[in-house]
């Protein structure tokens, strides 16, 4: 199914009849494809896979946007477009993406484009609360629960309500489903940051703290740090951090319990969501637990 979803997605490029795109598009490598696994699981027809491809469009937009914003050289464990082409190409290919895919989502049957669309805005403003936040140190925990609720809830929310109304469902349970599924793997993805290597990560390691993102984990160390320890934490707020530095960090989540209070804060928003679904469907329940499971 989730090649179907990929041929799909060639087929929408190829009809721009751009071989630059085409090519351009053809260097990014796939990701996990969550979002498209999530609708499939719901419903499976031709109209899933057109949903699925859409989403997956935007979701590569709006991480090539991303890229561009954090500057980041390094993407799925490839050299990023951004540091590849620049970042004018990389933001121009985004726009192509979203908008061929806007105007596919057109196609879909109310009030799926609604959905979407008013996603992607949402989307749009949590990246935006993201930039905000960087500036200094966060502190305030629901600041950072809007800011990924917007940034990463809110598209794979809209995934899983559009796909229950594909699938004549109660839209309702699918939604709070997808957003606390969301909410978790946000955190799980905060937390692997601190936790994971590079390698593992495709990406740099320890980098949230160098970018300015102050995430749960790190919230909840400054919270359960003392003020000399505390001035130290801040003292490391976008900076390149040496090994000493990593090691301090790594002790004190180690004596705090930060992470797995963080991950304990990720399996209960999951619970939250699986319980919104009832006994509806075990493959949803694997979804959830393999994901606030995984190790990258
Ligand atoms: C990754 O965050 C970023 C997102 C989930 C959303 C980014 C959204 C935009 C740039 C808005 C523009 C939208 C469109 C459709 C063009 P992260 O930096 O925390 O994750 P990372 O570590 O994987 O980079
Ligand atoms: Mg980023």
Do not use: C
């Not at 989730?2 to 190829?14: M, N, P, Q, Y």
């Not at 082409?85 to 895919?101: C, E, F, Q, R």
């Not at 105007?103 to 669309?117: G, N, R, V």
């Not at 940051?193 to 495709?202: A, K, P, R, V």
């Amino acid at each position: 199914m989730l090649e179907e979803v990929v041929k799909v997605i060639e087929k929408f490029v190829d009809e721009l009849n751009s071989p630059q795109v085409t090519k351009l598009l053809s260097l990014l490598p796939q990701g996990k494809m969550l979002r498209s696994k999530l609708i499939l699981e719901i419903t499976n027809d031709e109209e899933a896979i057109l949903l699925s491809a859409i989403v997956e469009m935007i979701h590569t937009a709006s991480l090539l946007h991303d890229d561009v914003i954090d500057k980041a050289t390094i993407r799925r464990g490839k050299s990023s477009l951004n540091s590849l082409y620049g970042d004018k190409t990389a933001v121009m290919l985004g726009d192509i993406l979203y908008s061929k895919a806007f105007y596919e989502l057109t196609k879909l049957k109310d009030p799926i484009p609604q959905i979407i669309s008013n996603a992607v805005a949402q989307l749009s403003l949590g990246e935006l609360i993201d930039v905000e936040l960087s500036r200094e140190f966060n502190t305030s925990i629901s600041r950072y629960m809007e800011m990924i609720e917007k940034k990463t809830a809110s598209l794979i929310e809209a995934s899983a309500k559009s796909a229950a109304v594909l699938a004549s469902l109660d839209p309702t349970p699918y939604a709070i489903y997808g957003k606390n599924l969301g909410l978790a793997f946000q955190i799980v993805d905060d937390i692997l940051d601190i936790t994971q290597n590079s390698l593992t990560l495709g990406k740099p390691s320890m980098n949230d703290l160098k970018e300015g993102k102050t995430t749960l984990p790190y919230i909840y160390l400054y919270n359960r740090l003392n003020p000399p320890q505390k001035a130290k934490l801040l003292s490391l707020f976008k900076k390149e951090l040496n090994r000493e530095e990593r090691e301090w960090l790594l002790e004190m989540f180690k004596q705090t319990n930060a992470l797995e209070e963080a991950k304990k804060t990720a399996k209960e928003l999951g619970e939250r969501g699986l319980e919104a679904l009832g006994k509806r469907d075990e493959k949803l329940k694997k979804i959830m637990t393999s994901l606030i499971d995984r190790t990258f």
